[in-house]
């Protein structure tokens, strides 16, 4: 198997070596949207045992902990070990716009999807103007 030379390499394992990166939590890279009514995060979490995500809701605070095992190869001599592992956790703040209660999870593929819905008290809605003649009556949108 070929290998291609990264001068630098060295020098990240030295750094890890020297700063025991292993025992801190990993980041993990996510997108969020909003479509329509809800707010969809989707974290990337290749190689994780469904087992050990964690997600949970503190009052304003979303956690996502999770945990890979690393790849235990007896006798292996390792070429290159650059798949991390070990623990990951995100936090994130969420507002008072969203149904805590109603948020969902799930974990296909390596991707963990969380679906938070929007509060009915922060949906958009129409509001009926009405004016002393019965005629005149509008409706505008706030």
């Known amino acids: 198997m070929s290998m291609s030379f990264d001068p630098f390499s060295q020098l990240d394992r030295i750094a890890q070596s020297i700063f025991d990166t ?7 890279p996510v997108d ?4 329509g ?3 969809v ?19 304003h ?8 095992s690393a790849a235990n190869r007896e006798g292996a001599r390792w070429l290159a070990q ?12 969420i507002g008072d716009d969203v149904n805590a209660e109603g948020i969902s999870a799930t974990y296909d593929n390596g991707v963990l999807s969380v679906v938070i819905p929007v509060a009915e008290r922060a949906k ?3 509001i009926t103007v009405e ?3 019965e005629q005149n009556k509008k409706v505008i949108s706030a």
């Open 124 to 126: 958009p809605r129409k």
């Open 61 to 68: 605070l979303l956690t996502i902990r999770a945990q890979r």
């Open 37 to 39: 009514d809800q707010y």
């Open 41 to 59: 995060l989707n974290a990337d979490l290749p190689g994780v045992d469904p087992g050990s995500v964690d997600v949970d809701v503190d009052g």
């Open 32 to 35: 969020l949207f909003r479509e």
């Open 131 to 133: 004016s002393m003649s």
């Open 82 to 93: 650059e798949r991390p592992f070990g623990s990951y956790a995100r936090q994130f703040s």
């Open 22 to 28: 292993s025992r801190q939590p990993r980041m993990m």
